[in-house]
């Protein structure tokens, strides 16, 4: 099943074939292409040249390209129609069809229920509180995480008893959640090794007990550097506080086989 979105014109389009399309031809020469748009269907001969209804020639036509006046990559005979020759100046028409409707339907059967359809998403927890998981050996929190195709609990480096959630939807997002017992002043208190590249949208902290004497400020590093070029712009908790998020973030892009890693600067 072809999965296009077919476009409507920008403008109402008729136009007459610039010379005989037949059964065979891959292409279609018309006298105007204004207004059309890719990817798009035309109906061939929906009348003929006396208003006539002439539906044992009419044909539906896909098209994936437009080249000058010449729709090129043409799907023939859809919509239950057949491919059929047509006489130079026959009517080209674009009007809503059963090829726009199936096509619809097509792409959001895909986009709400095949493995490939997924939806997207960049949100995150404004904050997760743990408090342990009667049964669940190794794993202590509210929310349980189990694997599953597009997710896995890779343990942290350098951290024993830490993991950290991948989560791959379709190789597009990638989200770790890195977990340090240590608030003290210091560097490289988690690493971790890049296993995909990403570009960063923001970076938030959440702090289980807060600060009762100052304020906390962290860094993330990558291979060594700072990613907040402005230090102004690290991560601070003040007293009292257990979340902070930025997304002003100086360094952006992580390729694979960066060492990420958490400092507590203060």
């Keep these: 099943m072809s999965i296009n979105l077919y476009r409507e014109p920008s403008v109402p389009f008729t136009a007459k074939l610039d010379g005989r399309f037949t059964s065979t031809d891959a292409t279609m020469v018309l006298d105007n292409t204004e207004g059309l748009q890719i990817p798009g269907v035309v109906v061939v001969d929906r009348i003929d040249l006396t208003t006539d209804l002439a539906s044992s020639k009419k044909e539906f036509c896909s098209y994936t390209g437009i080249s000058g006046q010449t729709l090129t990559g043409l799907s023939r005979g859809l919509a239950g129609t057949t491919a059929v020759d047509h006489n130079s100046g026959a009517l080209v028409e674009c009007y809503f069809s059963v090829s726009h409707w199936t096509d619809l339907r097509n792409y959001l059967l895909v986009e709400h229920t095949s493995a490939t359809g997924v939806h997207p998403f960049n949100i995150h927890a404004r904050s997760i509180q743990f408090t342990g998981v009667s049964g669940a050996s190794g794993l202590k929190g509210d929310v349980v995480i189990v694997p599953s195709t597009n997710m896995s609990i890779k343990a942290v480096s350098g951290a024993s008893g830490y993991n950290f959630v991948e989560i791959d939807a379709g190789g ?29 949208k923001s970076i938030s902290f959440a702090l289980k007990t807060p600060s009762s004497a100052a304020t906390l400020i962290l ?12 230090q102004n712009m ?19 892009n992580i390729t694979k086989g960066d060492i990420i890693s958490l400092d507590v600067d203060q």
Excluded: H
Aim: aromatic share 8%; glycine share 10%; charged share 15%.
């Design 219 to 230: 860094d993330i590093n990558k291979n060594g550097t700072s990613i907040f070029i402005d």
């Design 172 to 200: 597009k997002y990638y989200f770790p959640l890195l977990t340090t017992t240590s608030s003290s002043a210091g560097a490289n208190k988690i690493q971790v090794i890049a296993e995909k590249s990403v570009t960063l």
């Design 234 to 252: 690290r991560p601070m908790l003040g007293i009292g506080g257990t979340y902070a998020s930025t997304a002003s973030i100086g360094t952006l």
